[in-house]
């Protein structure tokens, strides 16, 4: 798809941006207006300094003007210096506006939105890509409304003094727009191949670092350098191609900028040598300065305008994840009441996508309080149940009542609250126990946290690690055991304090120290309340009240352990003894 030269529609989105900060945006512009004044003031005052008093040898003049220039000076470094703060201030408060956006935008998405988006990339969007944003206010727009003032400005100061000369500068212009248009149009599209290569380079490194165990058990160091180093190779030749055009660009425009100042030199002193009275050697000062003050900027017009481009650009991917409602997870209206703890699954039918169903038809009703455990084999549907529970995904057809309401009715912040879960596969923040445990909850007490931690019989063990509750578990709690950070979890559904509690393959691939912790801890968050137990382990789940046996999403059986068990050539059955079977040869 071929990028458009500037898109007017995406600029005044971002312009939507700074109508919270009207003060600081007008100020920006009257320091860029007084900043081009000032600016084209001074080479005007030093044509009137060597015509009326250096050439007539006037001392007290001379210094009168001097120090008029000096002043002039310090008034336009008083202007520079706002605009330039006062602008990178805008530019840094807007995308911190965004970025708070962006973040509570991507809070509300589906799982599903994140199944399918790397996370490199999201990364990229939330964090480079806003940054970039701010270079349009910091680098971009206001630069170039500056010097587009400041040219205004000198050319309006040099039609005044002497347009003979002037007519010579007009001429040469042209020449120096149209190159300046070429480099913009081939930078444009050599930044968005820049962005897309560091989108995908952000992307691999962060699955390479977070897969870096996989990666160094199944010797793939090499293969995965050599995927790196194509990557890194094609962003390096995308910013080659930045670099080229940049040496194109700016050496062709010096020259033309020093031959109209050798014409002007050449034109003006033979005026003056020939006697012409409209032309003086203050002019030819003057003009040096002034063709400086008009070419310098035109050329950076064009390297501004590829800060703003890059900055469009970024807001462009930033402004596709804003505007996409149709990953947005779909809100009800209704207030959780203090639920019973009733589930029924009625006729569910859901696949991950449209072509290959995961659950067939699915009924089930657990009663308040009950514990019902859910088997089978990987790939049954057991894991499924518990994302459809909580509404990280939409069934296409069915329902799915709490205390006979269908959840689609209930509030999604309210409904989870009433639910906590917890997963085989752990999750731990870069934090201490303390704050995992509560997760910033601020009404949930160091004291209740130690109490609850006493009744399912892991205080001790938080106690053993240095610091206790305020002990960092560092990223993913990778100072930890698979085991202490199942507990952790298991403290953490506790001190919610839900009226239905999941727990999801809770006891595999840990120790029997652990798992006997964990069992105790099972029996003590479980009682009084509607709970569901997901396990491989069948031993696991004997003692639940019922157990569903799933196959291939459908219930083929449901009983308690000692009516499944009963049963000849049962599902149930056969799993049961096959992993008994399994333990026995085992030990």
């Known amino acids: 798809m071929k990028a458009k030269a500037f898109d007017i529609r995406l600029f005044r989105k971002i312009l939507r941006y700074t109508k919270p900060f009207k003060v600081r945006f007008y100020s920006v512009i ?16 030093l044509k009137l300094t060597v015509d009326k008093y250096i050439a007539p040898k006037d001392e007290q003049g001379l210094v009168l003007y001097i120090s008029l220039m000096g002043i002039v000076l310090l008034l336009e470094v008083f202007s520079q210096f706002y605009f330039v703060y006062w602008a990178n201030w805008l530019g840094q408060d807007i995308i911190r506006v965004i970025r708070l956006q962006l973040f509570k935008h991507f809070l509300q998405f589906k799982t599903t939105y994140f199944d399918t988006s790397p996370v490199g ?53 042209p020449f120096l727009v149209y190159i300046t248009r070429i480099f913009q149009r081939k930078m444009q599209v050599a930044f968005e191949e820049v962005r897309n290569q560091v989108a995908m380079m952000n992307t691999f490194v962060q699955e390479r670092v977070t897969g870096m165990k996989i990666v160094q058990l199944f010797n793939r160091e090499d293969i995965e350098y050599n995927k790196f180093k194509d990557i890194n190779e ?13 040496s194109i660009f700016f050496p062709i425009a010096d020259i033309i900028s020093s031959f109209c100042l050798g014409a002007v030199v050449i034109y003006g002193g033979f005026h003056i040598l020939d006697g012409d009275k409209m032309t003086t050697f203050g002019d030819l000062f003057s003009y040096t300065m002034f063709i400086g003050l008009l070419f310098n900027p035109l050329r950076q017009i064009a390297d501004k305008f590829n800060e703003m481009q890059m900055g469009m650009i970024a807001a462009n991917r930033v402004f596709d994840i804003l505007e996409t409602d149709e990953w947005s997870e ?23 996508n449209a072509i290959e169903p995961v659950l067939h038809g699915l009924s089930f009703e657990v009663m308040p309080g009950e514990t019902i455990a859910i088997v089978g084999a990987t790939g049954a549907g057991k894991s499924t ?20 309401m269908d959840v689609k009715r209930f509030k999604l912040h309210e409904l989870r609250r009433k639910m906590a879960v917890v997963l085989q596969d752990v999750f731990l923040f870069s934090d201490t126990i303390y704050q995992n445990i509560t997760l910033g909850d601020p009404t949930i007490s160091r004291e209740t946290v130690q109490l609850a931690a006493q009744q399912i019989g892991i205080h001790d063990f938080i106690m053993s690690l240095p610091g206790g509750y305020d002990f960092d578990v560092k990223e993913r709690g990778s100072v930890l055991s698979s085991g202490q950070r199942q507990l952790l979890a298991f403290l953490r559904a506790y001190v ?56 291939k999403g459908k219930l083929v059986e ?30």
Request: glycine share 4%; hydrophobic share 50%; charged share 20%.
């Open 330 to 352: 779909i809100d009800g209206t209704e207030e959780v009441p203090n639920l019973k703890g009733k589930i029924t699954f009625q006729e569910v039918v859901f696949g991950y």
């Open 558 to 587: 449901q009983g308690t352990h000692d009516q499944l068990v009963a049963i000849e050539n049962g599902w149930y059955r056969k799993l049961y003894m096959s992993q008994f079977t399994d333990e026995v040869v085992g030990e």
């Open 496 to 551: 919610c304090n839900p009226q239905i509690l999941i727990l999801d393959e809770a006891t595999s691939s840990i120790d029997t120290h652990s798992e006997e912790l964990i069992q105790k801890a099972t029996l003590t968050i479980t009682k009084g309340r509607t709970s569901i137990v997901i396990a491989h382990r069948l031993a696991t789940v004997v003692n639940a009240d019922r157990i569903l046996v799933l196959d």
């Open 30 to 45: 009257a320091f860029a207006i007084s900043l081009s004044v000032f600016a084209a003031l001074r080479p005007y005052l």
């Open 385 to 404: 149940i518990i994302n459809l529970m909580n509404r990280f995904y939409d069934i296409q057809a069915g329902h799915i009542l709490l205390d006979d």
């Open 234 to 246: 094609r962003h390096n030749t995308a910013w080659l191609k930045t670099i080229l055009y940049n």
């Open 121 to 173: 990339q999201l990364v990229t969007r939330s964090v480079s890509d806003i940054e970039q944003i701010a270079r349009i206010f910091s680098q971009g727009l206001f630069m170039i409304l500056s010097d587009l003032m400041k040219m205004a400005v000198v050319l309006i100061f040099m039609f005044y003094m002497n347009w003979r000369l002037t007519w010579i500068v007009i001429i040469a212009m």
